[in-house]
């Protein structure tokens, strides 16, 4: 059986992606429903900002074909504001909102500001309050957490460890987890630059290799500028 590949894009809702991905008469609310015939999988970036309602989730689910897939990206509230602090109640709140997706709900994303430091004991407290059975992954945004000893409290967890690609910040591509996750936010300019077909050709070989071992990999292109998030995913989708 081959292994799973998810690709698709960081988001779909970009007014700039009509007429470059999305036919210029089509309506919004029909968006979602072409992008699925196009990819299997999203990531969910404005749970990022605030928690979607129950209807939304409700939208997206019963608008998306069987088998799609949404990654969560999970509410900075938990992750910039309270920094992993006291949020049992916040956790729980967002979790069971995203489980309206039901078997649609694919990992839950914690992306960790950029001026949070290193703290092993915070983020092992946090570990263990998250519920299991479910996939969870981290971003680090300080190069001070992409070390081995954090990795390990990943792998004590099963808790995925986000590769990211970004020009001002390296991340080993490594897997803590049964899955990998995969972030590509652009390699020469933040968000906005196109990858080459040799980049996304090496970068498909890496992630073959990577995969040997693990039961999915989910891989998502965040640079939505001149819809170049979605060029990228299916010439990479083609090489793996």
């Given at each position: 059986m081959a292994l799973p590949y998810y690709i698709g894009t960081s988001g779909w809702h970009y007014d700039h992606w009509r007429s470059r991905f999305?036919?210029?008469?089509?309506?919004?609310p029909k968006w979602l429903e072409f992008y699925a015939g196009n990819f299997?999988?999203?990531?969910?970036?404005?749970?990022?900002?605030?928690?979607?309602?129950?209807?939304?989730?409700?939208?997206?689910?019963?608008?998306?074909?069987?088998?799609?897939?949404?990654?969560?990206?999970?509410?900075?509230?938990?992750?910039?504001?309270?920094?992993?602090?006291a949020?049992?109640?916040?956790?729980?709140?967002?979790?069971?909102?995203?489980?309206?997706l039901g078997?649609?709900?694919?990992?839950?994303?914690?992306?960790?500001?950029?001026?949070?430091?290193?703290?092993?004991?915070?983020?092992?407290?946090?570990?263990?309050?998250?519920?299991?059975?479910?996939?969870?992954?981290?971003?680090?945004?300080?190069?001070s957490w992409l070390e081995e000893p954090v990795f390990n409290i990943l792998h004590k967890y099963n808790i995925g460890l986000c590769v990211f690609d970004m020009p001002s910040l390296s991340c080993p591509l490594v897997a803590t987890a049964d899955f990998a996750y995969i972030r590509f936010h652009g390699s020469t300019g933040l968000y906005w630059s196109c990858?080459?077909?040799?980049?996304?050709?090496?970068?498909?070989?890496?992630l073959a290799d990577l995969?040997?071992?693990?039961?999915?990999?989910?891989?998502?292109?965040?640079?939505d500028a001149e819809a170049f998030a979605v060029r990228n995913a299916m010439t990479l989708r083609d090489y793996l």
């Open positions: 999305y036919p210029e008469k089509l309506a919004k299997t999988t999203v990531e969910l970036n404005n749970s990022f900002y605030r928690l979607p309602s129950e209807t939304a989730f409700t939208t997206w689910r019963d608008s998306s074909p069987a088998h799609f897939t949404f990654a969560v990206k999970v509410s900075r509230f938990i992750t910039h504001i309270k920094r992993l602090r949020t049992e109640e916040a956790v729980d709140k967002f979790i069971n909102r995203a489980q309206i078997d649609k709900l694919g990992p839950l994303l914690y992306q960790l500001p950029p001026n949070m430091h290193r703290d092993d004991d915070r983020l092992e407290s946090f570990l263990s309050i998250l519920p299991q059975g479910m996939k969870h992954v981290f971003e680090f945004r300080h190069q990858y080459s077909d040799e980049e996304l050709a090496d970068w498909a070989k890496r995969a040997v071992n693990l039961k999915a990999v989910y891989i998502y292109f965040n640079n």
